[in-house]
């Protein structure tokens, strides 16, 4: 698997575990027809013929390995844009936005010998809210007698034109090597990328049985607890194999030493529990069934909702409760845990082991659900369909649209709804609601954000 190839700066642990800093992010945008399939494949070094765009088919953004002069970045296009039929071309100018927030720089591919049309401006307007460095490509000169069409594009607002034909390579390389002069060598905006084992946090307040769960764990199982130096000076790891799978619970010395502090042990916590969130993908939140779920027990599942982390919710103690306290418990997580109905829960005992196992298919759950990503055709079938049969409510003579959706990152799913005008916090939780109907997303946050279009 080439994403095994490793970046300047990238540190292997003696475990596998590999970090390294993003690539940077160049999205490439522009109408259908400038020629920018052209210009990817020209990028990429590709001899087959250019990808054909199928007019009509919103096609998602797809991110390929690009390398000029020994140094690699990402490329995301964003696919074939077609205007839609309400003339602006919602889809196409919300796909480029998606993008280009999530990129270092943009490409802007215009064509050269048409001009600019009216959705280059359009798009051109975006370029500029978005205050992301723009390069631009003037696409079809073929040849010196087409470079006055080229520099006509300096009216756009953009910079200098950049001439290139992307069908007979003329000026690419010039091209490459300009944007090589505008792409950060790190991205500023991806997020880094690990490999090796799932990372998991441990959380719960004190006494919930953390350290026995681990303890166990690692007992049990017979492995593995070797200790790994953090990246940082403190934090400890522990690699941890349950149910045939190693995973890394990240910084257990939080949990193995103990620290009793009279004042400011909340915020000590509290601080523990953003450091570890931040190292983790998945978060375990322990629960004591024995006792009544305390506001701490709330605010720390919040601190993993917050930190968009995938989430599981284990009630220990089990071994411990009694029936009177198990009704209350009932009531308990209806009424104080209804915010995370879709976490997993697993009732366990981390003192006799018993369900310790069934941990490893709420992490795995959660963890596919984090992943998750709903192809951009698919998703707006389902807001056409909801918005047909629950149309938003008129608001001082409007009624707010939804024009287009689109998911705009994973870890945890991120989506955005372009509209006409302000939704109602009712109509977007009525949206997040059936968006978790149809998929599950159990075990991960998701969210639903808006962009509003005047
Ligand atoms: P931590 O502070 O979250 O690490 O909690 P510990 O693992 O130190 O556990 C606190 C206390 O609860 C210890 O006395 C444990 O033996 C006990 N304990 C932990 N898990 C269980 C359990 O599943 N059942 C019972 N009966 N006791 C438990």
Known sequence: DDDLDLLEGATVGEDGIITMPALPVLAIVGRPNVGKSALVNRI???REAVVEDTPGVTRDRVTYKAEWNTRRFTLVDTGGWEPDASGINASVAAQAEVAV???DAVLFVVDAITGATATDEFVVKMLRRSNKPVILAANKVDDARQEPEAAALWNLGLGEPWPVSALHGRGVA???DHILTVLPSVSAVAKEEYGGPRRVALLGRPNVGKSSLLNKAARE????VN???GTTRDPIDEQVELGGRIWRFVDTAGIRRRVHLQQGADFYASLRTAAALEKA???????????PLSEQ????????LESGRALVLAFNKWDLLDDERRRYLEREIEQDLAHVAWAPRINMSARTGRHLEKLVPGLELALESWDTRIPTGKLNAFISEL???HPHPVRGGKQPRILFATQASTRPPTFVLFTTGFLDPQYRRFITRRLREVWGFEGTPIQVNMRVRE
Do not use: M, N, Q, Y
């Not at 199982?221 to 593995?224: C, F, K, L, M, W």
């Not at 993908?281 to 006792?291: F, K, M, R």
């Not at 027990?297 to 993993?304: A, G």
């Open 44 to 46: 990429l070094g590709r």
């Open 101 to 103: 927030d999530l990129a």
């Open 174 to 176: 010039d091209l490459l």
């Open 221 to 224: 199982e017979r492995v593995v």
């Open 227 to 229: 200790e790994l130096a």
């Open 281 to 291: 993908e998945v978060a375990v939140v322990l629960l004591d069934v024995t006792e």
């Open 297 to 304: 027990d709330v605010r720390i599942i919040d601190l993993v």
């Open 387 to 389: 918005t047909a049969e």
